[in-house]
Each structure stands twice: as structure tokens, then as C-alpha cells.
């Protein structure tokens, strides 16, 4: 019955039962995916896949994002929009799940109301929750066996939430939202043995193509399995050891995932969020004393098991590994005092100074610290030691980014490809997406 | 290592290290192919998946089988032809594995042949052979634990096996190659959930156009894994329980599992040929004794357990659920003494005649039979039965369609598209394959 509960939950859902904060939260989803998917278009990973697929490339109906104007086929601008979206691992995340949301969802969505003409704001909110919802609670119904196995929950999920949120905007009955489900759900995309490499967000960017071509399917017509999430050999059962799909279904329009979302102070991990937020602290006031990372000796961070089975890499050799080095992390924070796109870029993961200090971080997991918490050891050569305990780290439920620093987040991402103007009229558009009257007017200045 | 011995064995083959017999079947299956994705050209599955995508379509460099030089991108290509390749169920069996090995393989290797141009007959098949035994030897290193949990074994590998066959076309050294196996291998499609709905042949498609990405990604420098097939969190083993990688890859070019391919003589699930075999048998015998099916009053099959688990529909309401039916396989055999694509037509499988024979079938799985087995008992209302035993049913390897029967197969299903003149054409001209210059000339005539 889960399949069918789903879409029908998604199929009646209505503008005007989402709570206020859930249409906030979607309008800064929105707005983070945009600046992430602007800031990552010129990534070279984002630019290869878009040569590489050149010649694939169909009828210019939706735009590539941070592209001037550039436009391809729905189904390659949802692929390659998606890519540029998660890149740099700056992207959102849900916490309970670590599922990055928005990626998969508004990369099939926006790409697909740019086609179809005719969508307003609200019909893309609406269509954006469905989606989010459906693939945030599906992640928590496996969570986290389904991730222990070595599934990128990101995207595995993400391909369902992009189907219902195509299929929600394309105004699919219950039936055929049944078969669209069940067209995304079989095509499961992402291994976690790809973390560090291109193809990390080219499953994002896979996930949002496979929802929307199921959405698309399905609404000719096309069929699949009606019980294709819960049958003895549908997805939940096939990529999990145990799910509690019916209760987590059972919550759904009650509480809320997209209000669950977070979004990323520094590009990488979220796991290794609280090692930088406090390197970053500890360089201040070092700086505030006259030291600098010239007088470090050793450092030692204590953190969640998790932190070193997703993020120790020991010597990271360019941008995509260092996102999964918390030595990396540590080592900008301390040296540079900033962890933005900039700070991980090749030139610097290599940068003597940088792998100097990087080197002598060592690190141990204690299960007694929460994912969002760190302790942190600073050895100076005059015998001092620094510490500082961060206890939830910025960019937590509990320490949200302020709406100013999501903004400021965007400008600085959106700037270096629009320039200052085309950022900053980019931000006022995206902030202003609950009143559009029109996603394709709204999408040119992107 | 097992990424990279793949990648290395497949980088190094070359076309004077094929064994004759490997080229014969390569050919043989190429050529049952053509005539399998040319007679599901019209298939509504393979219309349906066309007219929802054509938004999407790309330069036209790729033809659709079929469709009268219609042609799209290469990626469309493989997706469709993949389709309509696979959709009667007709296509080819690696018996040991029940994967249909060419679907994938070929259909991304045909339409990037056409894209590349400059391919010739040999420089095809070469990578044809490449894919599918990166393909089949994959397969039989995770069957049947793979296909147990619930994954259609034929997509999830072909893939894979495309890749490598794509890769090989593009001449990608052995990095590369690993990256392309990498790309194709997190790109898991295909749930058995979907067996009986349009969703079990856009597998084969998808599968297709998913290995061919993969390639035409890595060729450009994008990075997957290099240890993706046998890494800790990599293909084997979360799509596994258990595998024996190293030991099947040893065998890569010692043992060809190209030439272990066999053909189909009827469009359904192999595992009721046995059952359609002896009942078209005692349907001679009965007619040959003045008797027809107005005399049977119960039948009953003694089967391999295989045979219920995958075909046990006992009231399918369409030819696609009928694929899924080895009541309704005995049925038209008992009836009609013929089991081709007309005989799965949805009007054959709801029309009394039908129905009344199929609901005095009975089954049992026996666990002594072989899968390619049955014992066959009719009872008759003159109080005699007649019963039939199969040792070994047509299509298997001890009892292989002959050419002939290989041509009369394609004939048959290519003469309603292209005409009886059309068919005699494509079939010379797929037969030559091996002597072929070019790729683009022989799909001229398809």
C-alpha cells in the first residue's frame, strides 16, 4: 500500500495546506539550490559532462544554470543543473538522513516547468514539497541501513522525489503517479565507493533525470509495478535490510521533512562542519594573541565515528578528495581562518603550507560526541595548548544559517560567474519566487 | 583488482584472438537482435517510451530500428532500440544466468557505431564480444544471489557489459576504461518487480543508454571509482550477498560466454519454453488422432521450481502478463500448435479458447526436473491421457534453434515492419556483418 499511499498523498496535496514555514523553507531551498547549481557551472566537472554529452544534447527549452542564457533539453538541463548543484558540497541537508534535497528534486523540476511553460511559484512550491517530502521520508524509512550497505541515499532516494514533483506539476492522477514512482524507483543510481570522484554529483544529476523521465513516462501512460516500494521485490526491500515505510508514510503532510532542511556553511561534508566552524574559531583567537599556524606543534580532534568513515582521508590530492578529508577541513580553518569554494580548489588542497599543518592533525572517533560536535587540541610550539569544544556546529537545526548568510553565501558563489550585478538581481528573483507569476521569466536571469 | 583485470583484458582483446565459433555466435546474435528490436519497433511499449521522449531527442545521428530511417541521438538510440529489442521477450539467453546478454550490449554499441561512423563489421564485433563477456561473466560471479534479492540481472549487469563494448568502440585505455565500468556500475536499474508491465524492457534500454554514457563520459576524463566493481562499498557487494569475482574474470578469453548464447523460438520467459515445447508436441499428436483442445478436460505440468517463482500468472490479463504465464504458454500450444508474437497478443490472451484451456492447466514445481524440463500429462474426455516428457527444450543448448530456424524467426517478426522484401534484405545484410565496411551503410536497410 505504500506506493499507492504516496501518490496519493502527492496527487491531493494542496498550495494551501502547506504551513507557512514550509513555503519558507522551500523559497530558501530554492534560493541555496540556485546558488550552488550558478556556483557550480563552471566546475569542471559540471563542463566535461556537458561536452562529453554535447552531442545528445535535444530542443532548447530549459536553462543550464550560470550558463548565459544557455539552454538544452529538459531531461540534460535537469542532468547537468543537478551536477553543478552538488559539486562543491555546498548543497542543503536533511540531518536525520543526510539526503541532500533539493538537488535531485528542483534540478528535474525546474528544468521540466522551464518546458512545459506556464508554472507559476506557488505551482512549483507545491510541486517541490511533494517531491521533497516523498523522497525525505523514504530516506528515513532505510535510514541508515540502506546508507551502511554503501547506497548514496542522495540520490537513491532522490530519483523517486523527483518523479512524484514532475509528476505532481504535471498534474498526474493517482495511477499514473503510482507508475511514475515505480519507473524512478528502479532505477537505484549511486554507489558510495564514488565519493571523491566526478560521479558523486553526477548522481544528483542522474537521480533528477531518471524521476523526470518516469514522470514523463508515466504520464503517457507507461507502466511499472503499482506496489513498487513495498513489494517482496520492490525497492525498499531489494535495497535495504529493514525499512519502516508504512510509518514514515503515515506522517506524511503531518510533520514536515522540508522544514527539516539545513544548509551548508562550507563546501564539503556536512560531518566535518564542526571541526572547521571551531579551526576556524581557534585561528581567530590565535590571531587576537599575535600566533599564527607557524606555531602549531599538533592538533587533535575528537569526533563522531562517522566523521572518519566518511571523511578520513589523510592526504587529499585535489578539491573533490578534500571534501572528504576532515584534515583538510581542520587545516584551512587553522591557516586560513575561511572554508569557501576557494579553499578547496586544487592549488590549495597541494599548497605546502596548507599540507604542513594538515599533516600534523591527528584524529579519533568517540562515540560519546554527537555528528554535530567536536573537541579540538591546539599544541603551540611556546607549550601552550588551545581548546575549544563546539557543541553543535554552525549550519546545525540548532544553529541555522541566518537568512543574511544564506545570502551572503549566494552572492559569493553567484558573483564569479554572473558578476556582482547578475548576482545580486539573481538573488532578489529567486527570493521572490513564492509571488512569480512565471518560472520561464524567472529563469532568465539564472 | 577486479575493475582493472576487466578493463585491461577488454583494452587488450583483439579481433585475432576471436575463436571462430565466439564470431559465429557474435553474429548470430547480433543478427537475432536486429530482428527482435525491428519486430517490437511497433510495440505500443516501444511507441509510448518514443512519443514521451521526443521533446528530448537530439541531433539525429542513430536509427531506430524499424521505424523507416527514422533516426535520433545516440542515446534515444540505445534507449529504444533496447526497448523494442526486448519487449516480446524474444530475444537471447545466457542460460546459465537468464540474462538476455545483447539487448544492452548492442543496442548502445549500434547507435554510437552510427554516431562515430568509420566503424566496419569486424571492429563491431570485436566490441560486441568485450561487453559481452565483461557482461556474462559478471553475472555469473553474483548469480544467483543477485537475481535472488530482486534484481533483473540482465539490466543491472548490461550496463556494465555496455560500457565495456562502448568503451572498447572508442578506443579508451585501460584508465579510462575502468572509470567507464566505474560510471556504468552506480547506475543499478532494474527491479524484478516490474516483470509484466512496460517497465521490464525499458530495463534493457535504459541499461543500455546507461553504459553508454558511462563511456562516452570517461573518454572525455570524467572519474568514477577504479575499484568500483570490487571495492568494499562497490557494485558486487552491495548488489550482493556473495560473488566470485576473481575466480569468473580469471576466465576472461578462455571461456566465451558468447558462445554459450542461445535464441529463443518462442517470445516469453525461457523457463516456459519446455512447457510450450511439449504442449505444441500433443497438440500434433492429438490432431494427428482426429482429437483438438474441445477434448481435453485437465493437464497437468511437472516443472522446475523456476518456473512457478517467475511464470506462475495463472490469470494474465495482457500479452505482457502472459509473458509471465506458463498457463497460458501450455494454452496456445494445446490450442493453437503455435507460440509466436501473434499468439501474445492481448486478443489471443482473453479469448475464451484460450481462457477455458488455461484454467484446466495445473503446475508443480519439482525440484528433480531440470529448468529446461517438464512432464507434460493431458487428460482426455474419452477417459485416455496422453503424456509428454521434454528432456531438454528447444532453445537450450543441447537442442539449439538451427539457422534456418533463426532465419524463418526473424522473417517472421521483420516482414510485418519493413515488408517481406524489406525482411529478406535486412537479413542478408545482417548476416554479412562480419564482411560489413560500414556500420552506417548496414543500418541503412534496418
Not at 544554470?65 to 553543478?84: E, P
Not at 508504512?246 to 566535518?272: H, S, T, Y
Not at 545580486?424 to 527570493?431: D, P, V
Amino acid at each position: 500500500m505504500a506506493t499507492e499511499k504516496l501518490a496519493s498523498w502527492a496527487v491531493n496535496l494542496s498550495y494551501n495546506s502547506l504551513p507557512p514555514e514550509v513555503i519558507h523553507a522551500a523559497v530558501s531551498s530554492f534560493y541555496n539550490w540556485v546558488g550552488c547549481a550558478i556556483g557550480g557551472a563552471l566546475h569542471p566537472t559540471t563542463t566535461t559532462a556537458s561536452e562529453a554529452l554535447a552531442p545528445f544534447f535535444g530542443k532548447a527549452t530549459s536553462s543550464l544554470l550560470g550558463q548565459k542564457g544557455a539552454r538544452t533539453d529538459a531531461s540534460h538541463a535537469a542532468l547537468l543543473n543537478g551536477i553543478a548543484s552538488h559539486v562543491h558540497d555546498y548543497d542543503d541537508t536533511h540531518l536525520q538522513t543526510i539526503i541532500h534535497p533539493t538537488g535531485p528534486v528542483a534540478s528535474a523540476l525546474f528544468a521540466q516547468a522551464e518546458a512545459l511553460g506556464g508554472v507559476n511559484g506557488q505551482d512549483f512550491i507545491l510541486a517541490f514539497v511533494a517531491g521533497i517530502e516523498a523522497e525525505c521520508k523514504l530516506g528515513l524509512s532505510v535510514w541508515p541501513k540502506h546508507y551502511d550497505i554503501g547506497w548514496h541515499i542522495t540520490s537513491t532516494v532522490g530519483s523517486i522525489g523527483a518523479a512524484v514533483a514532475v509528476g505532481k506539476l504535471m498534474h498526474l492522477e493517482r495511477t499514473p503517479m503510482q507508475h511514475a514512482i515505480s519507473i524512478a524507483a528502479t532505477q537505484v543510481t549511486g554507489l558510495r565507493d564514488m565519493f571523491g570522484t566526478d560521479t558523486k554529483s553526477f548522481h544528483v544529476g542522474r537521480a533528477a533525470q531518471n524521476g523526470l523521465v518516469a514522470a514523463v513516462l508515466a504520464a503517457r501512460g507507461y507502466t511499472g509495478s503499482l506496489q513498487a516500494l513495498e513489494a517482496p521485490r520492490g525497492w525498499a526491500r531489494v535495497v535495504s535490510v529493514e525499512n519502516n515505510i508504512d510509518e514514515q508514510f503515515a506522517g506524511l503532510g503531518r510533520e514536515w521533512e522540508m522544514a527539516r532542511n539545513a544548509f551548508k556553511p562550507f563546501p564539503c561534508g556536512i560531518v566535518v562542519h564542526p571541526v572547521i566552524d571551531g579551526c576556524i574559531q581557534l585561528q581567530r583567537q590565535m590571531a587576537a594573541a599575535g600566533l599564527t599556524a607557524g606555531d602549531i606543534e599538533r592538533v587533535h580532534v575528537r569526533v563522531h565515528p562517522l566523521v572518519l568513515e566518511l571523511t578520513g582521508k589523510k592526504t587529499p590530492q585535489d578539491g573533490l578528495q578534500a571534501k572528504f578529508s576532515v584534515y583538510h577541513g581542520g587545516a584551512i580553518g587553522l591557516v586560513l581562518g575561511k572554508a569557501g569554494p576557494a579553499q578547496y580548489e586544487d592549488s590549495v588542497v597541494l599548497s605546502p603550507e596548507i599540507v604542513h599543518v594538515r599533516d600534523k592533525i591527528s584524529a579519533t572517533a568517540d562515540e560519546s560526541l554527537g555528528a554535530d560536535e567536536t573537541e579540538i587540541t591546539v599544541e603551540l610550539s611556546n607549550g601552550t595548548t588551545l581548546t575549544k569544544h563546539v557543541q553543535h556546529a554552525i549550519g546545525s537545526v540548532e544553529v541555522p544559517m541566518t537568512t543574511e548568510q544564506l545570502e551572503e553565501k549566494f552572492i559569493d558563489q553567484v558573483s564569479p560567474v554572473l558578476g556582482a550585478e547578475g548576482a545580486q538581481h539573481a538573488s532578489k528573483a529567486c527570493w521572490a519566487l513564492q509571488g512569480s507569476e512565471s518560472v520561464v521569466e524567472l529563469a532568465k536571469g539564472l
